[in-house]
T-cell receptor
């Protein structure tokens, strides 16, 4: 089956620093990448959708300048949380989808703690 | 707008007993419905999905779910629980739009515990 690698699984950073989260699809080409955010005891909330080579489309209320998404290749997408603050502490999950496989796969998630 | 409600954030059943995880949805268009399972330190895995056709959908690991339009429900069941079923389960709905870009709306999840 398809494998998605999301790294790091857990990161702690100081307020004001930037954190980059990587998501790789290991055995298929991800033409579309979804990024989700999950608060404790809440649903996964879609943050943005990106298609390879295009700018990401952000959901309402998600700051595009704070959450920078790069989907430059069919196997790698990154989410950078810029100038992180404690309220950005959350669980971030990537979800790649490929045209050749008509289901959506999910990374194991990254827990971000901002001190 | 779509929404998903999963009744019961925690469900405990004895090994060998029936598993029933409840999911109700709201959608203004015919929905596509999904159940995902998440094991510790792993990503969500698709258990089963309903798009069109037969309302009783069979998935992996012996799970099945029935789409009941009149009740706006898509409950997940398994006749006999196994210890390996312990995990977090998420119900999701999409608008069945242009496949490849439709957006999933998730429920808050149900943690299933199996009692030996």
């Amino acid at each position: 089956g398809a494998v998605v690698s999301q790294h790091p699984s857990w990161v702690i950073c100081k307020s004001g620093t930037s954190v980059k989260i990587e998501c790789r699809s290991l055995d298929f080409q991800a033409t579309t990448m979804f990024w989700y955010r999950q608060f404790p005891k809440q649903s996964l909330m879609l943050m943005a959708t990106s298609n390879e080579g295009s700018k990401a489309t952000y959901e309402q209320g998600v700051e595009k300048d704070k959450f920078l998404i790069n989907h430059a290749s069919l196997t790698l997408s990154t989410l950078t949380v810029t100038s992180a603050h404690p309220e950005d502490s959350s669980f971030y999950i990537c979800s790649p989808r490929g045209l050749a496989k008509n289901i959506q796969y999910f990374g194991a998630g990254t827990r971000l703690s901002v001190l | 707008a779509q929404s998903v409600t999963q009744l019961g954030s925690h469900v405990s059943v004895s090994e060998g007993a029936l598993v029933l995880l409840r999911c109700n949805y709201s959608s203004s268009v015919p929905p596509y419905l999904f159940w995902y399972v998440q094991y510790p330190n792993q990503g969500l895995q698709l258990l089963l999905k309903y798009t069109t056709g037969a309302t009783l959908v069979k998935g992996i690991n012996g799970f099945e779910a029935e789409f009941k339009k009149s009740e706006t429900s898509f409950h997940l069941t398994k006749p006999s629980a196994h210890m390996s079923d312990a995990a977090e389960y998420f119900c999701a709905v999409s608008d069945g739009g242009d496949f490849g870009n439709e957006k999933l709306t998730f429920g808050t999840g149900t943690r299933l515990t199996i009692i030996p």
